[in-house]
């Protein structure tokens, strides 16, 4: 094998949108906390995009139930 090549990790079951959202809830918590503009603004940027985590994953499962 060369250096170029890795293999994939293997994935296992997508975690539950709620995982996602607890995860935006207690990010956003900290961004309310955090004293410097730059912290608040990044943990405001981690909560959105484990929302957006947690659209996909309802979105994945509507798709499979249809």
Same mark, same amino acid.
């Given at each position: 094998?060369?250096?170029?090549?890795?293999?994939?990790?293997? *994935?296992g079951?997508? @975690?539950?949108? &709620?995982?996602?959202?607890r995860?935006?809830?207690?990010?956003?918590?900290?961004a309310?906390?955090?004293?410097?503009?730059?912290?608040? &603004?990044? *943990?405001?940027? %981690?909560? @959105?995009?484990?929302?957006? @985590?947690?659209?996909? %994953?309802?979105?994945? *499962? %509507? @798709?499979d139930?249809?």
């Amino acid at each position: 094998m060369n250096g170029s090549s890795m293999p994939s990790p293997a *994935l296992g079951p997508p @975690l539950p949108a &709620d995982y996602y959202r607890r995860h935006a809830a207690r990010v956003r918590k900290l961004a309310g906390e955090a004293t410097t503009p730059a912290v608040k &603004d990044h *943990l405001c940027g %981690v909560a @959105l995009e484990y929302e957006r @985590l947690a659209e996909r %994953v309802e979105n994945a *499962l %509507v @798709l499979d139930q249809s």
